[in-house]
């Protein structure tokens, strides 16, 4: 069966070069995050990827990742604007950015015609996670809807040691998603982790407590859904918020979830994340990186 791996890249800088955290080079051969993503999604099984992007970094982005990638597997470019709206809207005066990840999904409509998963291009999900998501995504029977999976990672697994950070933390009953929140400021203190809910409140959470990292795995009847509940984000969360609203994809699921209109299989993954949140990360990924090259997790040289 064929899969996709989607990659969300659209909010990469307006330059390439100094400072752009996605392009950070972090191993040995010169790789980028991206690279060790689409690496581990490739040896899964999936033998596409569809790159989310601005348009207007399509040609440096092809110069820089995608030209590499091409010799190695099937790759589609999508975009996401903020003018991309359904007809009778339009973009409220002042709004600077697109609409969030659920928009850049949205992006692939006519696109993706198999199962897919769709990751951060700027965060390290290791191997586990991209096994799992694949081999649910093939076992469903033909023309499944409505069925979908997330990578549920270890709350512990995934803070920085140099500051805060947000996560979708889970509620799981059965192995099937009940609730995800997302959850803001949280970093460990003591044996706990404390954070705040969306009004600010404090909170305090179990380090072992499952969260998303945004590796969700649908079927093609997602971005239907998508579609239809754009609309219904953009009269109601953007217009009490035009220029800040983000449509995202944990909110989305959530009220399928809710609704009853969605399962969602959590399956558990304890690969350690890593990401370049802080630019104190990065000498903890680089090494987690030769680590894993030195017990053959990883060539020492990718798509180069």
């Known amino acids: 069966m064929d899969t996709t791996l ?19 080079k972090v191993g040995p051969s010169g790789e980028i995050i991206m690279d060790y993503s689409i690496y581990a999604a490739k040896e899964a099984g999936f033998n596409k990827v569809v790159f989310i992007i601005r348009r207007d970094l399509e040609a440096d982005f092809r110069a820089i990742i995608g030209n590499r990638i091409e010799k190695y597997i099937d790759v589609e470019y999508v975009f996401q604007e903020m003018e991309n709206i359904p007809e009778g809207f339009t973009v409220p005066e002042g709004r600077k950015k697109p609409w969030g990840t659920g928009q850049a999904v949205l992006s692939c409509l006519g ?9 951060n291009a700027d965060d390290f999900y290791g191997k586990e996670a991209f096994r799992a998501t694949h081999e649910y995504l093939t076992s469903l029977p033909e023309g499944s809807k ?4 997330m990578a549920g990672f270890i709350l512990g ?15 799981v009953k059965e192995g099937r998603l009940s609730t995800v929140e997302e959850r803001f400021g949280l970093k460990r203190e003591g044996d706990v ?25 649908f079927t093609p009847d997602f971005l239907d ?15 009490e918020n035009p220029l800040k609203a983000e449509y995202l994809l944990p909110q989305v699921v959530g009220e399928m979830v809710r609704a009853g ?44």
């Not at 696109?111 to 990751?119: A, G, R, S």
């Not at 409505?146 to 999976?149: A, E, F, I, R, S």
């Not at 697994?157 to 509620?171: P, Y």
């Not at 954070?195 to 990292?213: L, Q």
């Open 6 to 24: 989607v990659i969300m890249a659209a909010g990469m800088g307006s330059r390439f070069g100094g400072g752009i955290k996605q392009l950070e």
């Open 225 to 239: 859904e998508l579609q239809a509940n754009f609309a219904k984000f953009l009269s109601t969360e953007a217009k």
């Open 146 to 149: 409505h069925d979908y999976c």
């Open 261 to 304: 209109r969605a399962s969602v299989a959590v399956l558990p993954t304890y690969d350690k994340w890593f990401g370049v949140t802080y630019k104190e990360d990065k000498p903890l990924f680089v090494e987690s990186i030769k680590q894993r090259i030195a017990a053959g997790d990883f060539p020492e040289s990718t798509f180069q």
């Open 193 to 217: 982790v404390v954070g705040t809910d969306a009004a600010g409140n404090a909170m305090t959470f179990d380090p072992n407590v499952p969260v998303s990292m945004n590796l969700w795995g």
């Open 157 to 171: 697994n995934t803070l920085s040691d140099h500051g805060e950070v947000t996560r979708g933390v889970c509620e």
């Open 111 to 119: 696109v993706l015609k198999t199962p897919f998963v769709v990751i």
